[in-house]
């Protein structure tokens, strides 16, 4: 079965400094890879996805992710956070077999000012 | 707009009594599922459908049980709630047939506290 681990669970950053948050996957097939971001209180919303076309993702509010399959890899990234950045952070990677996805034990941002 | 949503947003309730939560999705979608999410912040799946009339359970263990009855409408319901079961629920959705690259759209989740 697939899984990630995402190592680090707070990381905190100043504003405008890089964000980088890490995850790892275990998988014996070409994976399918999500990260999703969790405010207080609130759902999970979709940051970006890796499907196998390209190998950096943009995603939405200046974030990306590349994945390393040398390195079974794929970290998040922002150049200069933002203090509307800081939430809770969740790699995923999609199980073929059920078809649902098996999440990270996730990664809480804070953001100093 | 097409949404998934979850009622209600918080819930208290005292030790033995049965509760509904309730999830609806207006996106049309055929999969469905339940995740419990601890004070740890990690998720772990406890239900899932394929599409109406079908169920399955997830990696957690959970007493909880779910109905499909209509393919926009996925019910947890615990017959006898524990303080064992307070924790937030989530519930989401994704379109079946597009194979594993498709992803799921959270509803807001529901925090329930058992007393």
């Known amino acids: 079965a697939q899984s990630v681990t995402q190592l680090g669970s707070h990381v905190s950053v100043s504003e405008g400094a890089l964000v980088l948050l890490r995850c790892n996957y275990s998988?014996?097939?070409?994976?399918?890879l999500f990260w999703y971001v969790q405010y207080p209180n609130q759902g999970l919303q979709l940051l970006l996805k890796?499907?196998?076309?390209?190998?950096l993702v943009k995603g939405i509010n200046g974030f990306e992710a590349e994945f390393k399959k040398s390195e079974t890899s794929f970290h998040l990234t922002k150049p200069s956070a933002h203090m509307s950045d800081a939430a809770e952070y969740f790699c995923?990677?999609?199980?073929?077999?059920?078809?649902?996805?098996?999440f990270g034990s996730g990664t809480r941002l804070q953001v100093q000012p | 707009e097409a949404d998934i949503y979850q009622t209600p947003r918080y819930l208290v309730i005292g030790t033995g009594k049965k509760i509904t939560l309730e999830c609806s999705q207006t996106?049309?979608?055929?999969?469905m599922y339940w995740y419990q999410q601890d004070p740890g912040m990690e998720l772990h799946l406890i239900h899932y459908?394929?599409?109406?009339?079908?169920?399955e359970k997830g990696d957690l263990s959970s007493e909880s049980t779910v109905s499909r009855i209509r393919t926009e409408h996925f019910p947890l319901t615990l017959e006898s709630a524990r303080p064992s079961h307070t924790s937030q629920y989530l519930c989401?959705?994704?379109?079946?047939?597009?194979?594993?690259?498709?992803?799921?759209?959270f509803g807001q989740g529901t925090r329930l506290t058992v007393v």
């Open positions: 996106m049309g979608h055929d999969k």
């Open positions: 995923a990677v999609s199980d073929t077999g059920r078809r649902a996805l098996t």
């Open positions: 989401a959705s994704s379109e079946l047939g597009m194979g594993s690259n498709t992803e799921a759209f």
């Open positions: 459908s394929y599409g109406v009339n079908s169920t």
């Open positions: 998988s014996s097939v070409p994976p399918y």
């Open positions: 890796y499907t196998s076309a390209a190998t």
